[in-house]
């Protein structure tokens, strides 16, 4: 139990280790779903191909926009595309990186379905068993074209009556999944040299930008956490602090029912460090729009008063 919690607390502090652990379960569920999804080719010229490259490419959209709204760095990448300049430039080449970064992950499950179709060789048979030529299988050889592309859509379906019988149903369902599997095994060994490649040549580039990017794109997602934690325990505070302004104010109905209540300032010392002097919605507001619109620049020697640009009278 102990190395499990070890390993879930590590996967809790390190946003790229869930990231690929969501990644990784997204693949092994689209394998899970295909192996468990029943297919079932309709067997009729005019929807065969439809429903072949239906199943083959519609799932996988699926997948990736899965992929992107389950990971949290796309919605940080486009807030940091999105904001304004304020003193805080922006570094499209950071954007860049996670963009790339974020397309990475979300594509795997796509690609591991669409892989996974091809070696498996059933929607590509389903979707092309029409568009073989006749000539090449003597089975079709004193058959009409209708019935011919009728015979070929019927390929799919073994256990039909028409070609139940038909050697050539035998003849074109294996070139099918032949080329279906090629296909399949090209596309993995493509994928596996450009990853071979993309790691190897890597030293090749600056590596002194790759650095940078990685650096600031991890930067302002951990201030994007961090900003958020510290606004949830900002308004506990302001809501703890609201909460016991009103029942101050009640005291003197409170005391008609002996009630006894603290004196005012017991115990609030901590909380009003933390406030830093909030006391109404309209400060807080304030305070949230400047950081949206002026993103303070990244200079931590500038004075702490320093905001937008101009220093802010300390408030009391």
């Not at 809790?12 to 990231?19: K, R, T």
Request: charged share 20%.
């Amino acid at each position: 139990m102990d190395r499990f919690r070890m390993i879930f607390q590590y996967f809790q502090s390190n946003s790229e280790s869930v990231m690929n652990g969501i990644c990784g379960l997204l693949a092994l569920a689209s394998v899970k779903m295909y192996t468990s999804f029943d297919f079932s080719c309709p067997c009729l010229p005019r929807y065969n191909m439809a429903y072949g490259l239906g199943i083959m490419f519609v799932p996988p959209i699926a997948l990736f926009l899965c992929g992107l709204i389950l990971n949290r760095q796309s919605l940080v990448m486009l807030e940091e595309w999105r904001r304004p300049q304020g003193h805080r430039k922006k570094d499209l080449a950071v954007i860049r990186y996670m963009c790339s970064s974020i397309m990475q992950r979300a594509m795997v499950a796509p690609v591991v379905w669409i892989i996974v179709t091809l070696l498996d060789g059933k929607c590509l048979i389903c979707a092309f068993s029409g568009s073989v030529d006749p000539q090449n299988f003597v089975g079709f050889a004193n058959t009409s074209p209708v019935q011919v592309q009728h015979l070929l859509a019927k390929v799919p379906c073994k256990d039909d009556e028409l070609v139940r019988n038909n050697t050539s149903r035998k003849a074109v369902s294996r070139y099918l999944r032949c080329w279906s599997q090629a296909l399949g095994w090209s596309i993995l060994l493509i994928l596996i040299l450009a990853a071979f490649l993309a790691r190897w040549l890597r030293p090749c580039f600056n590596q002194a930008a790759l650095l940078q990017a990685r650096h600031w794109s991890n930067y302002i997602d951990i201030e994007q956490k961090i900003f958020e934690e510290t606004c949830c325990e900002h308004s506990r505070l302001f809501a703890h602090k609201c909460i016991l302004h009103f029942f101050e104010s009640m005291r003197q109905e409170i005391k008609l029912h002996s009630f006894s209540l603290p004196r005012e300032g017991e115990g609030a010392e901590g909380e009003e460090d933390l406030l830093r002097g909030i006391t109404d919605q309209d400060q807080v507001n304030k305070l949230l729009k400047m950081w949206y619109y002026e993103k303070p620049p990244l200079d931590v020697s500038q004075p702490q008063g320093w905001c937008g640009g101009r220093r802010q009278k300390p408030q009391h």
